[in-house]
């Protein structure tokens, strides 16, 4: 597993009583980059909160704890009510049926509001008295927060999933743009090639792997003590500063991306398979 030196978000939002906007508005970046990323592959995560949100050594989100997440077909409605309470979008709580995307982007409020404000729209011991708060959508936000924070968090906190921002709209909302960082869409596995530094291959058969074995491995997404060796040296050339066309933010990574063959769909018949 990677390891997160930063650790929870939530451990750092309470270190710092609350966060800039300026910086807020990065982590809210890549966790909206994360759902997106995770619904393209029709996977809702369901229980999204700063504590499932950790940092590494760079300050990067990464999304963890997928215990309660599910895999759902192309406009299907999820009926499971799960997850933090806190968190947990109206239409869960009310036992409706939902949609994944929807529960996923009211908890990304609920997070974008403890990050600018230091605490919770909604909370309360008492869980019934929590679960009205949070079906009657009402909330106070601090004066301290700008108007235009303001109006995104009561966009996403809507208690209408039919209504409530999309991703989309989130992202063109003029807050989202207020700290310009460099996101990764990221690369899905078996639409696009995962791409391969040579010179990784070369440093790993100097510790002896085969270095064919090691690029059909890598390129099936195996997850044995191949590829892992592979990433831990890719993790190691990155944390020094160096460029890799595998790590997914470099500028090689991107131009590979933009070519078509990298699409699984061009890549020309592989004889040994039959295909």
């Not at 950790?54 to 989100?61: G, S, T």
């Not at 609920?110 to 909370?123: N, V």
């Not at 009561?154 to 996101?183: E, V």
Request: net charge positive; hydrophobic share 35%.
């Amino acid at each position: 597993m990677e390891y997160a030196q930063g650790k929870e978000l939530y451990d750092y939002i309470v270190s710092k009583k609350r966060l800039q906007e300026i910086e807020a508005c990065k982590f809210f970046q890549q966790i909206i980059s994360g759902i997106e990323y995770l619904h393209k592959l029709r996977i809702v995560h369901r229980d999204l909160k700063p504590e499932n949100l950790l940092l590494d050594h760079n300050k990067d989100l990464k999304i963890v704890d997928f215990g309660l997440s599910n895999l759902y077909a192309k406009n299907a409605l999820l009926k499971t009510p799960c997850g933090s309470p806190c968190y947990a979008a109206p239409e869960m709580i009310a036992g409706k049926k939902y949609q994944g995307i929807c529960v996923d982007i009211w908890s990304s409020g609920i997070i974008l509001f403890a990050m600018i404000c230091g605490y919770l729209p909604f909370d309360d011991n008492n869980n019934e008295i929590l679960y009205k708060k949070i079906t009657d959508g009402k909330f106070t936000i601090p004066t301290w927060v700008s108007d235009q924070g303001k109006d995104l968090l009561r966009k996403i906190l809507n208690t209408d999933p039919n209504t409530r921002y999309t991703l989309q709209q989130i992202k063109s909302h003029p807050w989202f743009s207020i700290n310009i960082t460099k996101i990764n869409e990221g690369l899905l596995v078996n639409i696009s090639v995962i791409p391969i530094d040579e010179k990784l291959l070369t440093k790993m058969e100097e510790y002896g792997f085969n270095r064919e074995e090691a690029r059909q491995n890598l390129l099936a997404n195996r997850h044995n003590h191949i590829t892992t060796s592979y990433y831990l040296l890719l993790k190691k050339i990155i944390k020094a500063g160096g460029q890799s066309i595998a790590d997914l933010v470099s500028d090689e990574f991107l131009e590979f991306m933009a070519k078509p063959s990298s699409l699984v769909s061009n890549l020309p018949p592989n004889p040994a398979s039959g295909k």
